[in-house]
T-cell receptor, first 118, second 111 residues
Framework: GAVVSQHPSWVICKSGTSVKIECRSL??????MFWYRQFPKQSLMLMAT?????????EQGVEKDKFLINHASLTLSTLTVTSAHPEDSSFYIC??????????????FGSGTQLSVL | GESVGLHLPTLSVQEGDNSIINCAYS??????FIWYKQESGKGPQFIID?????DKRQGQRVTVLLNKTVKHLSLQIAATQPGDSAVYFC??????????FGKGTMLLVSP
């Protein structure tokens, strides 16, 4: 099946520093990638939608200057949490949409990144 | 706003039992539904999907039922195993829009 690779799987950083998370589609081209945030025992909340070669579309309430998204190629999107603070600590998940055969274009998820800001 | 929701936050079953996880949705325009399984510290894993022109779809040990009349979706897992313990999310999609996830149900399987 299709694979979406997300790195790092966990990261601990000091308050005020920036953290970059990578999301790669390994065996298919992803025209669209999505970034989610998930707090413990809660559902996934969509942060932004990223289309290759264009600016990301952010959901209401998500600061675009704080969560920088770059989707420079059909297989790579990055999320940078700038000037991270403890309240940014969360589980971040990316997903990629693409054709892998079959009748439907499916959505595949990365394994997530646990960010802890001290 | 319209949303997808779940009735049961936690479901505890014995190994070998059949499990049923329910989901209610309110957007009648949704035409595609997916069930995901999420284990602790991992991303969601696709289980099964169904389009609105169907009312039942079967996979390996899993069945999804869709009742459009009452806007209800269910996931049935046959012969539940300890490895099935996880949080299960339903998600809805309308056209080419983004997915909307439900709150999730934790399934606990006892040996």
């Amino acid at each position: 099946g299709a694979v979406v690779s997300q790195h790092p799987s966990w990261v601990i950083c000091k308050s005020g520093t920036s953290v970059k998370i990578e999301c790669r589609s390994l065996d298919f081209q992803a025209t669209t990638m999505f970034w989610y945030r998930q707090f413990p025992k809660q559902s996934l909340m969509l942060m932004a939608t990223s289309n290759e070669g264009s600016k990301a579309t952010y959901e209401q309430g998500v600061e675009k200057d704080k969560f920088l998204i770059n989707h420079a190629s059909l297989t790579l999107s990055t999320l940078t949490v700038t000037s991270a603070h403890p309240e940014d600590s969360s589980f971040y998940i990316c997903s990629a949409r693409g054709w892998t055969g079959g009748e439907n274009e499916k959505l595949f998820f990365g394994s997530g990144t646990q960010l802890s800001v001290l | 706003g319209e949303s997808v929701g779940l009735h049961l936050p936690t479901l505890s079953v014995q190994e070998g039992d059949n499990s049923i996880i329910n989901c209610a949705y309110s957007n009648s325009a949704s035409d595609y539904f997916i069930w995901y399984k999420q284990e602790s510290g991992k991303g969601p894993q696709f289980i099964i999907d169904i389009r609105s022109n169907m009312d039942k779809r079967q996979g390996q040990r899993v069945t999804v039922l869709l009742n459009k009349t009452v806007k209800h979706l269910s996931l049935q897992i046959a012969a539940t195993q300890p490895g099935d313990s996880a949080v299960y999310f339903c998600a809805e999609n309308r056209g080419y829009s983004t997915l909307t996830f439900g709150k999730g149900t934790m399934l606990l399987v006892s040996p």
